[in-house]
């Protein structure tokens, strides 16, 4: 393969979880063009770098992109060959817990704007079996762009997070751009 990409995770979670009630059962659509703060009964919603979101079960407060150094990522996406661009998922409810644990599910798909599947991770979590409930609120995947030899308008970023004890997740994607 001529376009390697390479795909981490990194799971720190902080919340008791009370249940699913029907509300939070309910499939919720978030996207941004930019900055916005989408307002619920408690709290608000802060999406950043055009990530589209679907969520069931979990309640997303924050999803954005940052570099390794803490630097957000611009809205343009853009970045740059061997940079790693960091996914925050922000989960503060929603988790259900078997014996004071939780089991966290992630998959990250990567493809061209041509097309060309580039990566395809079914299960980042395949080798954690629980993690704390208090580490279960803060969900980083990681993509990078290790090599070009040819250049692509964007590449489309795809991501599962899932409760493997109940029927909560969030889906979505996000276009990187190399510059």
């Known amino acids: 393969m001529k376009f390697f990409f390479s795909a981490s995770i990194i799971a720190v979670i902080a919340l008791a979880c009370n249940g699913d009630t029907d509300s939070e059962a309910k499939s919720n659509l978030i996207s941004s063009t930019s900055t916005k703060t989408k307002t619920s009964s408690s709290t608000s919603t802060k999406i950043r770098n055009d990530i589209q979101l679907q969520s069931k079960g979990l309640k997303v407060s924050q999803a954005f992109l940052v570099y390794d150094d803490g630097r957000l990522v611009p809205e343009d996406n853009a970045t740059n060959v061997g940079q790693p661009v960091n996914l925050r998922l922000i989960i503060e409810d929603g988790w259900k817990q078997k014996d004071g ?11 061209s704007s041509e097309g060309d599947l580039l990566l395809d991770e079914k299960d980042l979590f395949q080798n954690i079996t629980s993690v704390r409930p208090e580490d279960a609120q803060y969900i980083t995947l990681t993509a990078t762009v290790s090599k070009l030899n040819k250049l692509y308008d964007y590449f ?24």
């Open 156 to 179: 489309l970023v795809s991501f599962r997070v899932w409760d493997k004890n109940g029927s909560g997740e969030v889906t979505g994607n996000f276009k990187l751009r190399i510059q």
């Open 101 to 111: 644990k939780v089991f966290v599910g992630a998959s990250e798909r990567i493809e």
